[in-house]
């Protein structure tokens, strides 16, 4: 399990680093009230990182 | 049968180098010109933030925890020997980059330097760099040093393009209208287009000098005087970049 979950680390992290700025950006822009940038965000993100992983497997 | 090392391999220009600098190209021109003809709103600074600056505490834990996670991971993937030369050199370079800007947001718990920059952001350049560094890497092993770094430079310009509008929108930090002393008129949501730009010439040049180093056959002293060494000098050279193409948007009058 934990050896699983090591693994899962070594090949996903820096795709997860990524996902992280698209997901505080998401965060914030809610809590701020910018649907607008939000949804930007959510657009964005959700052509990138698929592509990355497709691409990266 | 005709072989070629890794390195002749490396530092060949390919025909996907090419295309990939054309598509950097078409894109960085696409975000001018687009951004020039949609008139996009800047936050007026009433909106700015909210009344507590909580969000910009996690910002900075979270920028440290990355870049903790990001050095272990490499020291698990890429071993003690890349972890040195890629780690405080890409700091160095965050921290030159980011020493002159003084439009940061001054409740940050960590300052750095004579205007008060966030030292959250400049763990934040390591995280990115080395993320990219790797994605890079794995998207396409056959691709050029040179390929790899307009890959990276482009992916982070889509980082970049709705984190900084709300950033700014946050008040995390502000932008001036003039850059390197000429006005700027195209922007982002407040967002100079040049930024986005700079994070391509960042991002990109990042890459390929770490790809070289990574390929030379220096011994690991050598690799890691190199890799803190030149540092300088390749901010100056995205300095350099940046303020040739801030010149030329001012004269095209974009």
């Known amino acids: 399990m934990k050896k699983t979950l090591v693994e899962m680390f070594d090949s996903i992290f820096p795709l997860l680093a990524i996902s992280g700025f698209y997901i505080i950006s998401l965060f914030t822009a809610i809590l701020i009230g910018r649907f607008d940038l939000a949804l930007l965000d959510i657009l964005i993100a959700s052509v990138i990182l698929p592509t990355i992983y497709w691409y990266g497997r | 049968m005709h072989r070629v090392n890794r390195e002749q391999y490396a530092s060949r220009f390919q025909g996907s180098t090419i295309i990939l600098i054309l598509i950097a190209i078409i894109t960085i021109s696409m975000l001018v010109v687009g951004l020039k003809l949609i008139p996009t709103p800047a936050p007026s600074s009433e909106t700015f933030g909210l009344d507590n600056w909580i969000l910009l505490h996690v910002f900075e834990v979270l920028g440290f925890v990355a870049l903790s996670m990001s050095i272990v991971h490499s020291l698990r993937v890429y071993g003690k020997e890349q972890t040195i030369i890629f780690f405080p050199s890409c700091f160095l370079y965050g921290l030159l980059l980011e020493l002159p800007f003084s439009s940061y947001n001054q409740n940050a718990w960590i300052k750095v330097g004579p205007y008060g920059s966030m030292l959250a952001v400049v763990a934040g350049w390591c995280v990115v760099n080395y993320a990219l560094f790797f994605i890079s890497k794995k998207i396409s092993c056959s691709l050029s040093i ?8 482009l992916i982070g310009i889509t980082i970049d393009l709705p984190l900084d509008p709300i950033a ?16 700027i008129a195209t922007t982002f949501y407040g967002v100079p287009v040049i930024n986005f730009i700079n994070w391509f010439y960042t991002i990109s040049l990042f890459i390929m000098f770490q790809g070289y180093l990574e390929r030379s056959v220096y011994t ?5 005087l190199i890799s803190i060494l030149a540092i300088p000098l390749l901010a100056v050279a995205v300095l350099v970049i940046s303020y040739t193409t801030v010149y030329v948007m001012f004269l095209l009058g974009v």
């Not at chain 2, 930090?173 to 006005?183: C, L, N, R």
């Not at chain 2, 690991?220 to 890691?224: A, E, G, S």
């Open chain 2, 146 to 153: 040179i390929g790899r770094g307009v890959l990276s430079g």
């Open chain 2, 168 to 183: 700014f929108a946050y008040g995390l930090w502000y932008w001036e209208p003039i850059f390197f002393g000429y006005p």
């Open chain 2, 220 to 224: 690991l002293k050598t690799k890691f």
